[in-house]
């Protein structure tokens, strides 16, 4: 029997290091966001400064374990063999949970899982011994689970989403009425100032929260608390000369120091903080398996009161994990995805937008523009005018190719998102609140985001709907990980070993399953084949390069097209329904291109105007092209989804004679455009009638089949649809070839 709980031991080692992985590619997020994002320092000196940050707080987490060993349940109430499920079940789920939540590209609390996966499994174990007792009830919960810790730490997390935002985004607002956007010319008077507070209320939280598990640190905290305000101003005065002489001496500016040890200090308290969410309930269980291996007892009598017992972590066993966290954050791929999300709703320019409107953003959105309607009636014209004056941004334009090179947001902003974060986080735990750290730097960001006017009437609706769409996420986070720790608990305690191994088998290959895909969405992210940006100024530039897209579209028309009526002809809906994802993503970079008219008319040389409508005209007859393409495919999947008749054998040949047509000309156009031979467009434009005669013909046919044989008024209405639609189509086509070629020509 023993052999069993050795078992568990290797798979909860095992299961500990997967976690260590999944969660540090979640949790990066909290640190690298205000770095990368700002693009202060470069990429590797980021990295390296962070990857020192966790390993400094990983070997000296050593009292944090805490949490996992009776934070949330009583323990000396569980015997060794109910422990050691609960373990079990909540290692399992938290690493699906999490990886689910890295796939999706979503950040979400390391702390809160563990929390809610301990309490689900305790529950459960703690119902199934009532309901095996014959004087306990369900009112005897209460003995089993530490309720007041359970109230606390929810309670807590709740008010500091609230507490970060609001403070985030008037420490923010504060900022930029000092400095304003144009915050060079401040900073040389005002940055000594700025890097003296800001420096010291990040040291301030690396010595408070990042070292909390340093040797000596209660002795060094006791002689801080006693003299909190000299040792502050101290430190204030130290670090507004150091900010001084830096500044002086390098020529830089300060921002890029106090970026630098933010990061620093974010990694390491997030480091010493989280750890235990990742190996604290293996540890847990390799002490309470020498605990009862040296007892002697049976597993199932053996209580588990030593979990009561503060036990220091192996300083080996830190050493490990301290290593793997810094591997997996520099070679995860999913860490990347999570912090792109958190990017994308800060960043202080306009773009492609992740999330899509609902109607709870819509409303919030509504709501925030009436009451500063309301304001700027309270408010004098002058103050307004001052205001607006100090959040004025400059216009930079620049070339879409270099793009990804302009930061997200400024240093000023990345300053103030470490800054108070650190202080918030610093001053929660030394009145010993609990609160999770990927929650405060993430309702902080945003919180400085709304400040710093990101979130426009432009982007606004988009951004609160991906706020939203995250706090959801995190209410799911604690939802899914209190039901799926228990019922994983409820299943390994009927099972037992066999139950085990099945899930873990299951764990293995839900998690290769998210890495694959994973990766098939990072390669066709990569991939360039879609449709590209115009970048050119001048006329002739903007004709070639759009000779690139219209060949794209071509091919991929010829493609789905041909699919589409394959798909019909043998019933086949995976075909139909993989053609209609195609055309969903051509419409979608077609309508991306159409967003982007705004910069690309500003770009534009003057002599080049002309060039503005062109590009505008070819892009209305390439959303006719998606639109025509659409119809058709939603019809074909819809008539093959809901089981009607198949299409008769004279209908199928009908269409096939004129997707051979359409085939051949299509075919025709993308080499003329790859091979750039416009000259030969003429001949396209004079296969038009013949195109459109032998849909006229296939039309009169299916008419006077209609009169005397056709029964299917299924069929018939989907075969004068797809030969209707298949008519725009080609008119959409051709009157696309025809302002090609005459643009053409004129140039």
Not at 20 to 38: C, E, H, P, Q, R
Not at 149 to 172: C, D, H, Q, R, Y
Not at 200 to 213: D, S
Request: proline share 2%; glycine share 6%.
């Amino acid at each position: 029997m023993d052999n069993i709980y050795i078992l568990m031991l290797v798979a909860l080692a095992v299961l500990a290091i997967a976690d260590l992985v999944v969660g540090v590619s979640n949790d990066a997020v909290n640190f690298l966001n205000s770095a990368i994002g700002s693009k202060a320092l470069p990429f590797k000196t980021i990295m390296i400064v962070a990857s020192i940050g966790i390993f400094i707080g990983a070997v000296y987490s050593s009292g944090m374990m805490e949490v996992a060993r009776k934070g949330i349940f009583i323990p000396g109430e569980f015997y060794f063999d109910e422990i050691m499920i609960i373990f079990m079940a909540v290692m399992i789920t938290d690493i699906l949970l999490l990886d689910f939540f890295n796939t999706l590209g979503m950040p979400t609390s390391t702390t809160v899982s563990i929390v809610f996966e301990l309490l689900g499994a305790a529950v459960v174990m703690a119902l199934i011994k009532i309901s095996a007792s014959d004087t306990e009830t369900i009112a005897n919960l209460a003995k089993y689970i530490n309720t007041d810790k359970a109230t606390e730490i929810i309670s807590g997390i709740l008010l500091s989403v609230v507490i970060a935002f609001t403070v985030g985004a008037f420490v923010m607002w504060l900022s930029r009425l000092i400095f304003t956007f144009q915050y060079e010319r401040k900073m040389k008077n005002f940055g000594a100032i700025f890097g003296g507070i800001t420096l010291t209320a990040i040291t301030y939280f690396i010595f408070f929260k990042g070292l909390k598990g340093a040797p000596s640190y209660d002795s060094f905290k006791a002689l801080f608390d006693l003299n909190i305000f000299l040792l502050l101003g101290v430190g204030f005065v130290f670090w507004t000369l150091f900010s001084f002489l830096f500044t002086k001496i390098f020529k830089k500016s300060i921002l890029i120091i106090v970026i630098a040890i933010g990061t620093f200090g974010l990694a390491l308290a997030f480091s010493g903080n989280d750890l235990v969410n990742f190996i604290g309930v293996p540890m847990a269980a390799y002490h309470s398996y020498e605990a009862w291996s040296m007892s002697g007892e049976a597993a199932t009598t053996f209580s588990m009161n030593v979990l009561d017992k503060k036990v220091p972590a192996e300083p080996l066993l830190l050493f490990i994990a301290g290593a793997v966290m810094v591997l997996t954050l520099w070679f995860s791929k999913k860490a990347r995805t999570v912090t792109e999300t958190e990017i994308g709703l800060s960043r202080q320019g306009e773009g492609s937008e992740k999330f899509k409107p609902n109607m709870l953003s819509r409303a919030v959105v509504k709501g925030s523009t009436k009451l500063v309607s309301v304001l700027g009636v309270v408010i004098p014209d002058a103050t307004q005018e001052k205001i607006s004056n100090s959040f004025e941004k400059p216009e930079v334009h620049v070339a879409a190719s270099k793009s990804h090179e302009v930061p997200a947001f400024d240093m000023i902003r990345a300053s103030i998102n470490l800054t108070v974060a650190g202080i918030l986080i610093a001053i929660a735990t030394s009145m010993k609140l609990p609160l999770s750290t990927t929650y405060v730097t993430f309702m902080v960001a945003m919180g400085t985001s709304l400040a710093d006017r990101a979130w426009g009437r432009e982007s606004a609706v988009y951004r609160v709907a991906g706020v939203l769409n995250v706090i959801g996420g995190w209410f799911f986070t604690a939802f899914s990980a209190f039901v799926a720790a228990g019922t994983l608990t409820y299943i390994i305690f009927l099972g037992r070993g066999p139950a085990i191994a099945i899930l873990l088998l299951l764990a293995i290959g839900l998690l290769i399953r998210n890495y694959l895909s994973h990766k098939r969405k990072g390669v066709a992210k990569l991939n360039k084949s879609g449709l590209k940006k115009s970048e050119s100024k001048t006329v002739q530039g903007i004709i070639t390069e759009s000779a690139d897209n219209i060949s794209n579209v071509v091919s991929r028309t010829n493609k789905i097209y041909t699919d589409v009526l394959k798909g019909l002809g043998k019933q086949d809906i995976n075909r139909l329904k993989k053609s209609k994802k195609g055309v969903e993503k051509l419409d979608a970079e077609i309508e991306e291109l159409r967003n982007s008219i705004f910069y690309f008319i500003k770009n534009l040389d003057e002599t080049s105007v002309r060039g503005s409508n062109f590009y505008i005209t070819i892009l209305a007859y390439l959303t006719d092209i998606a639109q025509s393409l659409e119809y058709i495919t939603k019809k074909s999947h819809k008539h093959i989804h809901n089981n009607h008749k198949a299409l008769r054998f004279n209908q199928i040949k009908d269409l096939q004679e004129i997707d051979d047509q359409l085939a051949s000309l299509l075919t025709e156009i993308e080499t003329i455009f790859i091979e750039r031979k416009f000259d030969r467009i003429d001949m396209v434009l004079q296969r038009k009638p013949e195109i459109l005669g032998a849909l006229a013909e296939k039309i009169e046919k299916q008419i006077g089949r209609t009169r005397t044989e056709e029964s299917s008024p299924k069929n018939t209405t989907l075969y004068f649809n797809i030969l209707m639609e298949t008519k725009d189509l080609v008119n959409a086509i051709m009157n696309l070839m025809d302002e090609y070629y005459s643009s053409y020509k004129k140039k």
